[in-house]
């Protein structure tokens, strides 16, 4: 029997998304969990590169640092040591393709992702 576990740790989506996983599933499964224990813990070892190693390595790096930051400031707390110094990406990363939305993705994109050039809607980090 296949019994389903939520990621623990960034490093744990991170191990997942190497062996295969989606790595949009795995970021809601992890704040889930996040939402759930809301605890430092989960971000503070630095979770191995996926830049030459997946599709889209380079921006998932920095998308999960800005994660690290944006959980941290949730918790009132120092970001970890690993999410400096930024990985910036070259181009911009928009999470919709749609150019309508760009303008609202500029603007409505947390900091943390925005310093790193990507361009998210805050709503996608909520889980219910």
Do not use: C
């Not at 029997?1 to 998304?17: A, C, D, H």
């Not at 430092?40 to 830049?51: C, G, K, N, V």
Request: no cysteine; glycine share 4%; hydrophobic share 40%.
């Amino acid at each position: 029997m296949n019994s389903f576990r939520r990621p623990k740790t960034l490093t744990e989506v991170v191990q997942n998304i190497l062996a295969g996983a989606d790595p949009g599933m795995e970021v809601k499964d992890f704040l889930h969990e996040f939402k759930d224990r809301g605890d430092i813990d989960m971000l503070q070892q630095p979770p191995r590169l996926l830049a030459g190693n997946v599709s889209r390595g380079e921006m998932l790096d920095a998308y999960f640092q800005a994660l690290a930051v944006y959980l941290a400031a949730k918790l009132n707390l120092d970001p970890p040591e690993w999410t400096q110094p930024a990985k910036h990406l070259s181009q911009p990363w928009f999470a919709s393709t749609g150019k309508a939305l760009r303008n609202y993705l500029l603007i409505s994109s947390p900091a943390p992702f925005r310093a790193r050039n990507l361009f998210i809607d805050e709503d996608s980090l909520r889980v219910v």
